[in-house]
Every structure is written in C-alpha cells, then in structure tokens.
C-alpha cells in the first residue's frame, strides 16, 4: 500500500509541476504576443470610448450652464449676468412646461394619488383646512416643502412658475 501511494504522490507531483510550467509559459507567450501586437501604439480611443461610456446618462439641472470649451473641458458660467454679458437662461423641467396636469402626472402623483406620508388626495375633503393658506400659501409649502414633502416635491429643478402650476391644477376643484 506504501508503494502505490508513493507512486500515486509521484505522479502527481509532476502532473502538477508540469501544470505549473505550462502557465508559466502560457503567461510569457502572451506578454510577448502582446507586446509585439501594441508596441508604441497609444490606446488613447479605447481611453476614450471608455471615458464615454462611463458617463452618467443625465445630469441635474442646477441652475448653471455648462458650456464646452473649445479644448475639450467644461467650463461653468453662472446665469447672472457679469460685465454686460446677455443673460443666459435655464428652463425648468420639462422644458419649462407650464402643464400642471403633466407636471402632475410625473413628480407629484405617487404620493398625492395614493396618500403616501400624509399627502393630501385630490379629494375636496383633503384639502378643505389647507385651503385656508390660498393658493400662495400652497404654492410657498410646495416650493418650501412641507412635512414630509420635500422642497418642489423632491424635484429641484422645478421652477416657482411650475410649482404654481402644479397646485393651480391641483386645487382648481377645490376653490
């Protein structure tokens, strides 16, 4: 039984001694294939396909404009205007609709058609304390936030105009 067991650790000893020289040379033949292929050509393409395709597919609207500089970088202009230059401005979301109703359907009804955190449904009952406000109340809660609402319902980049048209839309019922 020794006998075979030596034998048996024999034989694998060199199965794997030969293994461990094939990736070996496996390694050095691919580091010399690859080198011969790549020699002196800079990859800045695939650089820049990656760079592209680790760019984040959209970007918050903060207010500024982002203008591309003529090499390449970014450069933020602030919307006031300084030393007599035109006035730049930036639209709201959704291209700075006025919709209330679309505006609604998008930020504001999942949580007001279902009464998440309290929001108030568009039911006349809902809203008959909250009209004591007037709508400029509302409009101001709304920019503001209120309990557990966020500011602009938790879209920044919506503008005062939108928001007013929002809670227009919401409580033309309810006047």
């Known amino acids: 039984m020794k006998d075979q067991?030596?034998?048996?650790?024999?034989?694998?000893?060199?199965?794997?001694?030969?293994?461990?020289?094939?990736?070996?040379?496996?390694?050095?033949?691919?580091?010399?294939?690859?080198?011969?292929?790549?020699?002196?050509?800079?990859?800045?393409?695939?650089?820049?396909?990656?760079?592209?395709?680790?760019?984040?597919?959209?970007?918050?609207?903060?207010?500024?404009?982002?203008?591309?500089?003529?090499?390449?970088?970014d450069n933020t202009a602030d919307t006031q205007t300084n030393n007599n230059q035109a006035e730049v401005q930036v639209a709201g979301a959704f291209d700075g609709s006025?919709?209330?109703?679309?505006?609604?359907?998008n930020v504001c009804f999942a949580c007001h058609a279902t009464g998440a955190a309290n929001a108030p449904k568009l039911e006349a009952t809902a809203w008959t304390d909250r009209m004591e406000k007037g709508v400029d109340g509302l409009v101001t809660s709304a920019i503001n936030g209120l309990g557990a609402?966020?500011?602009?319902?938790?879209?920044?980049?919506?503008?005062?105009?939108q928001m007013k048209a929002v809670v227009e839309f919401m409580v033309k019922d309810f006047q």
Do not use: C
Not at 18 to 45: P, Q, R, W
Not at 98 to 105: S, T
Not at 149 to 161: S, V
């Open 149 to 161: 609402m966020p500011p602009k319902g938790g879209r920044p980049d919506l503008t005062d105009e």
């Open 5 to 73: 067991d030596s034998i048996f650790f024999k034989n694998f000893s060199i199965l794997l001694g030969a293994l461990v020289g094939l990736t070996i040379i496996l390694i050095v033949v691919g580091y010399l294939v690859h080198n011969s292929l790549f020699a002196g050509k800079e990859t800045v393409t695939d650089r820049n396909a990656i760079e592209q395709a680790l760019e984040p597919v959209a970007k918050v609207n903060t207010g500024e404009v982002i203008e591309e500089s003529s090499d390449g970088g």
């Open 98 to 105: 006025l919709d209330g109703a679309m505006i609604y359907q």
